[in-house]
């Protein structure tokens, strides 16, 4: 009895020490705030609620592609003025079309603001996001996305008038600067300002017209976006408001905008096939096959790498399937749609002044960054 007492009160003591050391312990950690650096990405959803149900089997059953574009963006994705879309996001959403269904047309383009565009993924609005939309921690994590593959190395670049005289982001102190809503621009621009200890002003909106209608008002200094879209805007610079020649370009690039295609979480089977289309155009790049000689590549594979891109055999052997859930000739498909990169590239984003050669998005051979792992 006595000695049950005792470990009774040896039990009580424990757990008072315990108590009192985790107390101790939580009051000497430090006090960190936890900021989601992210207003462009307000909407935090609970990535664990999307359903395990496959966007690759819906897409197969719909027979049509739902694809989260730009519509306001010369090169990347704009609606011509036949009502068409067209650039090089708009492409992959054709390659990956093709490449489940055997066809580019059947795809529906659903146009989105930068800070409309992730619930409209979340929410099953849209199967696939290609809308030059910048891979980052927080949109990968916090926003329960996958990002696939990088289809353009970008940086945010600062547009100003020529006349205005500043050269640098340093000659920038006290300027107000126009910038789009729910963007990783609105955020490195801050990151950028902050940390020089320069003052600024950010001129928000939430759609690129009254920006740029801003912008040509002069109520702006400055115009901060992505590289690409500044020479997107850039070129098309009506004359009345001093044409192209009327705006530089600053040397700096302030931030890296990695962009490319995104699908949901836990969605793997779709994830993979969009992915590999990505990777399938590099590769054919690569390889030197293009839409015009990519039935006559598949007919006579000059190689077994090749025969396995294509779906095709090579000599007497049999079809690589990788089990993609889709034709093994996909990759095939995708080609003959869009071209392979370089042709995509050439097509779209060479007539902005993007020069590729010697760019991050030069192919790995030539000193770039664009690069497919093996198809085998
Ligand atoms: N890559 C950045 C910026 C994306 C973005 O929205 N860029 C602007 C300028 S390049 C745009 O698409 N503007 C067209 C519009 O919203 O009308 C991001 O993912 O947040």
């Known amino acids: ?40 990405d307000d909407d935090d959803h609970d990535h664990d609620e999307h359903k395990d149900h496959s966007t690759l089997e819906e897409v197969l059953e719909r027979g049509v592609l739902k694809c989260g574009v730009n519509d306001n963006l010369t090169g990347f994705g704009v609606v011509t003025s036949a009502g068409t879309f067209e650039g090089f996001d708009i492409d992959y959403c054709k390659a990956v079309a093709a490449a489940i269904l055997g066809d580019a047309s059947k795809v529906e383009y659903v146009p989105l603001t930068a800070s409309a565009r992730f619930e409209a993924l979340s929410s099953e609005e849209i199967d696939l996001l290609i809308r030059n939309t910048t891979w980052t921690a927080s949109r990968d994590r916090d926003l329960g996305n996958d990002f696939t593959a990088t289809t353009f190395y970008d940086g945010q670049g600062m547009m100003v008038y020529a006349d205005s005289g500043y050269k640098t982001i340093e000659d920038m102190a006290g300027a107000t600067i126009c910038v789009l809503q729910g963007t990783t621009t609105e955020l490195n621009l801050d990151d950028r300002f902050k940390s020089a200890g320069l003052d600024y002003t950010p001129l928000t909106f939430e759609t690129n017209d ?93 190689d077994p790498g090749m025969a396995r891109l294509l779906g095709v055999p090579y000599g007497d052997g049999k079809v690589a399937d990788f089990s993609f859930g889709v034709d093994p000739t996909f990759i095939q498909h995708a080609i003959k749609a869009v071209g392979n990169y370089g042709e995509i590239y050439e097509r779209h984003l060479t007539p902005l002044g993007l020069t590729r050669a010697g760019s991050l998005n030069a192919m790995w051979t030539e000193g770039g960054l664009i690069y497919a792992p093996p198809f085998r």
């Open 1 to 40: 009895m006595k000695s049950k007492l005792f470990f009774l009160l040896l039990a009580v003591m424990s757990l008072t020490l315990i108590i009192a050391c985790s107390e101790e312990v939580e009051e000497a950690a430090p006090q960190v705030e936890v900021t989601k650096d992210s207003h462009d």
């Open 210 to 302: 009254p920006l740029q209608a801003a912008f040509e008002e002069r109520r702006c200094d400055g115009w901060t976006t992505d590289k690409s879209g500044l020479a997107s805007k850039r070129a098309e610079f009506p004359a009345a408001a001093g044409g192209p020649e009327a705006l530089v370009v600053l040397a700096e690039t302030l931030s890296k905008e990695p962009l490319g295609p995104l699908t949901r979480d836990n969605d793997s089977e779709f994830y993979d096939v969009v992915q590999w289309v990505v990777f399938g155009l590099i590769q054919a790049e690569e390889s030197g096959i293009t839409s015009s000689n990519v039935a006559a590549m598949a007919a006579d594979p000059k």
